[in-house]
Structures are given as C-alpha cells and as structure tokens.
C-alpha cells in the first residue's frame, strides 16, 4: 500500500533554533518527492522537489535530503524564524499524476 | 513563478444551495488539476481528478453527483458544491500541475466554505 507518514505530527521550537521534520513512505514506483509548507488557511507552497537520484536540495534556510534506498526524506530548517511556523507536508510522486500526500508536521516557533 | 488563483477564498450559503468554487491556472496550461478537501489540523484529502475535456475522477467515497467538476479549459476547472449542508462546511483547495514530470503542483489559496 502507497503511504507517506510523517514525524513528529506536531513541533515547537524557540526562534533562532534548527529542526529536522520526517517523512517515510512506501510510495512504489517512486518518481519524486516533494516538500510544501502551508500557512494558515492558505494553499501550500512548494519548497523542494526531488528525484531518485537527488540525496540532497536546498532553498534558503530549507535544505531537503532524500535516501531513496531507505525511503526517507527529511527537512531542515535552519535558525527558524516566527514566520517559519507552518504546516510542512510531504508528498510522494509515483509515476503519472498519482500524488500520496503525508498527514503533515505542524510547526510552531516561539520567540 | 506559475500562479493558481483559487475564487472566492470564502463564500457562507444556506444549506440546499449550491455552491460554485473556480480555479485558474493564471500563466500556465494545466491539463490536469486536482480538487483537495481539509479538515482542521488534518492534511489534504484528494477529492478528484479533473482532466481537460474529459470526465473527472472521484476517489472512493466522494459523491460524484454532489461535487460536480469541470474541466472546460486548459486553465479553468470548476467544483460545484450542490445542495450544500452543513457537513460540506470544509476548507477546499485546488491544484494544477504543469507540464513536464517534475514540474510542481500548485496550488491556490484554498475556499473557505460555511454552510449555514
């Protein structure tokens, strides 16, 4: 079964500090992964997009890395800031316009 | 970068009524868009598929007679929200994928939708 789960499912964190967000999944035949954040109430935005042959990709304080042996991905967010407190999701490509989406990680950046 | 514009961000109506949200992919053609629903603290759920020209595609469980789509253009899909109740109240959001396969989805805003 296609699934994508994500770790931990909520996180808080004082401004200024790093963390790394989860996400496994089982999706087969893999064709990229991707990471987006979401605000409030608002649609998510794309942050990395990955393919098999990508280990890692970086967009500003976002650095994304992909072990597609084990089938894992991770993001890192690097000295976080107020606006960095969000929705971030994983999702999964398998071929075609199958997309598997992960139940997300709710970060909260406190000052 | 490409833009989808999701319309209206939020709509309140009266339960029976139904409701009408658009999505537009501004700067690119989307043959394919996908219609998304979110509870609360939960992520997306796929409602369905919309092909350009074709019939969409509903995930089990979505009432294809109650959330009518259409794909009438490479930019426009639409989602009609019939004989809304107030179960329908739900955030609903809508994305576009370009051309090319590693080409992102994405998405609009989403539609606030309350029934009353």
């Known amino acids: 079964k296609n699934q994508v789960e994500q770790s931990p499912q909520s996180l808080i964190i004082l401004e200024g500090k790093n963390c790394t967000l989860q996400c496994n999944y089982t999706v087969s035949p893999f064709s990229n992964l991707r990471w987006y954040k979401q605000d409030t109430g608002r649609g998510p935005v794309s942050l990395t997009i990955m393919t098999f042959s990508e280990n890692t990709k970086s967009n500003g304080r976002y650095t994304a890395t992909l072990d597609a042996d084990t089938k894992q991905s991770s993001l890192h967010i690097t000295a976080s800031q107020l606006s960095d407190s969000a929705s971030y999701i994983c999702v999964v490509s398998a071929t075609g316009n199958q997309f598997y989406f992960g139940t997300g990680t709710s970060l909260t950046v406190i000052p | 970068g490409a833009v989808v514009s999701q319309h209206p961000s939020w709509v309140i109506c009266k339960s029976g009524t139904s409701v009408k949200i658009e999505c537009r992919s501004l700067d690119f053609q989307a043959t394919t868009m996908f219609w998304y629903r979110q509870f609360p603290k939960q992520s997306l759920m796929l409602m369905a598929t919309?092909?350009?020209?074709?019939?969409?595609?509903?995930e089990q469980g979505v009432e294809k007679d109650k959330f009518l789509i259409n794909h009438a253009s490479l930019t426009l899909s639409t989602l009609t929200v019939t004989s809304a109740h107030p179960e329908d109240s739900s955030f609903y959001i809508c994305?576009?994928?370009?051309?090319?396969?590693?080409?992102?989805?994405?998405f609009g805003n989403g539609t606030r939708l309350t029934v009353t």
């Open positions: 919309s092909n350009e020209g074709s019939k969409a595609t509903y």
């Open positions: 994305s576009a994928r370009g051309t090319g396969g590693l080409s992102p989805l994405h």
